[in-house]
């Protein structure tokens, strides 16, 4: 049996280092992404203020004008350790408690700062003021994961389930099916191969990366690349059950494409959804790759996982589980 399973491993291996122009582009693509948006968001960034509220917005003429000001959005939180937590990670510009009378600002942000100015012109009345601080996070340090995360979903997506497709096409499969190959033995050889290549090509991009844009790395490498090995394992199990009875090349491209685009916008690879729906975050924390990026943004930039990181994890595992099972039920030579 592994006798077979490497035999397929080595040539799928073979097959994907062979083809240079695509592993250039996996690589060259992800990296020239984060210098351009390194350059595109060097400037002032946007005008708006992002306000985070403790506990219920307070209906009187004091904080009436604040509340209907444009250009401000507001964040409501149950719990101030979290929203002073979010305060100091630069998530959070201004941090307001009007049940109490008192703020929060962090004065290390310039937008903070200018927050405090907009608050202290729309409350005419004296309030308590706080500070709270940390190393500023660029928006370049958050974006890497993303582009990370992106880079996973689809190699494992096209990598696997177009190849895969491909073969079934080719009558490379209707082949192995007269040799003593099972299929669970052929997935098999196809996850490892596609997974080995793309941490390599992960690891790559992240060394670039840091390097030539001295990125904050405050977290635990081997944890780090953990997550995004379990994140590329859930893409390509993914990519196993579109492909495991499609026959067509153009359907499962449409296939992907109607899976890796939403992914790709909900589940904030380029933007965070901190003042977005309830109901469009609950969406969001049903995808996979979710919870690969916040899991990897947590451990690279504030080197702390939560228990919510970790039960995202565990949620990614069960994923992945259930769509290699799925997948290798479903699975047909021809």
Known sequence: ?????????????????????????????????????SLFFSGRGQVQYQIGVIGKQVETPVWQDLWQMPYLSFDHYSDAKTAQLHLARHQLDLLVDPSHQRYWVNPKSPKSMMAEKVLQGLVHQPLSRAQLASRPIRYIDWFLPGVLGMNVMFSGLWGVGYSIVRYRKNGVLKRLSATPVQPIEFLLAQ???????????????????????HLTMRGNLVLLFGIFTLGG??????????????QSEELTSGLVNLISWPMM???????SLEGAPHWLKWVADLLPLTQIIRSARQEMLYGTMTSHDWLGLVYVIAFTSVCLIVGAWRFRWR
């Open 265 to 271: 916008f909900l589940s904030q690879v380029w933007f």
């Open 191 to 213: 996850v490892l191969s596609r997974l080995v290549l793309m941490m390599v090509v992960t690891v790559v991009l992240f060394v670039a990366a840091t390097t030539l844009l």
């Open 233 to 246: 394992a859930s893409m390509i199990s993914l990519g196993l059950l579109i492909a495991s009875r499609s």
């Open 1 to 37: 049996m592994w006798q077979r399973i490497w035999a397929i491993f080595h040539a799928r291996t073979l097959e994907g280092i062979r083809d240079r122009s695509s592993l250039a582009w996996n690589i060259l693509f992800p990296l020239a992404l984060l210098v351009g948006f």
